[in-house]
């Protein structure tokens, strides 16, 4: 049964950990995205010393999810999929903005799991780093995501490293997913992995040019056969 009263966050650890870069390269490879991509660089996450991130700014409704929450949220999907000299990421694909509809409707049954464990971070933040998360700095919050990853923090449903699978598994639907479902916001995510997007048929000339199509930034939905009118559209 899932548990209903969130434990609060008690462990401490000893020493500030380093960061194992769970940066894009690096978790669309372990999501099998990449290939075609072939994205440059190593990935890392960069940290900006010293400096505090940008305030991420609420400009539409939110389904069920709090602004404060969603603040959270979004920062741990930029830290997955953050923007770098390859293009945009997480942030800019509103990966936090699918999650939050998401989580309104077919994965309702991850809310609580989300609830649990965004207060766990942030209170993890306030009492053991002084802030809340979202006013520490860079490589502070990858010190912390890190520890989620590693199952070091307490407080969260199942546990810190299902949560940080839940996580990451929603944030790769957020910045991959068809636009339709509120991620992938101007196709960046398709045009990252190098996604030549939907199509309902082929040309010779698209067989000839394969892996090398130029994109089609339209969502399955915008074709006749899936729309309301086309009767598949729910």
């Known amino acids: 049964m899932a548990q ?3 434990q609060r966050s ?3 650890p000893a020493a500030e950990p380093q960061p194992a870069s769970p940066g894009r ?3 669309l490879k372990g999501a099998g995205l990449v290939g075609a991509a072939a ?3 190593s990935g890392t996450l960069i940290a900006q010393q010293g400096a505090e991130p940008a305030q991420p700014r609420i400009r539409e409704a939110l389904e069920v999810l709090t602004a404060a929450e969603v ?3 979004e920062i741990l999907c930029d830290l997955l999929i953050p923007s770098d000299e390859n293009g945009p990421g997480a942030r800019e694909a509103r990966a936090a903005h699918y999650i939050d509809r998401a989580l309104a409707g077919p994965d309702a049954e991850d809310l609580e799991a989300f609830r649990i464990g965004l207060a766990a971070i942030e209170d993890y933040a306030r009492r053991y780093r002084g802030r809340p998360f979202a006013r520490l700095i860079r490589d502070r919050q990858e010190s912390i995501l ?3 990853q590693q199952n070091k923090l307490d407080g969260f449903l199942p546990s810190a490293g299902g949560f940080f699978d839940l ?3 929603h944030a790769i639907n957020g910045t991959f997913c068809d636009p339709y479902y509120g991620g992938n916001r101007d196709f960046v995510g398709w045009d990252m992995i190098r996604y030549p997007g939907v199509r309902i048929g082929a040309s010779e000339r698209d067989v000839e040019l394969g892996a090398d199509l130029p994109p089609n930034h339209q969502s399955a939905y915008d074709y006749p ?3 309301k009118t086309g009767g598949n559209r729910a």
């Open 146 to 148: 890190l520890a989620l």
């Open 167 to 169: 996580l990451r598994n």
């Open 39 to 41: 994205l440059g660089g």
């Open 25 to 27: 390269r690096n978790l």
């Open 4 to 6: 209903k009263n969130r």
């Open 10 to 12: 008690t462990s401490a």
């Open 225 to 227: 056969p899936y729309t």
């Open 71 to 73: 603040e959270t949220l």
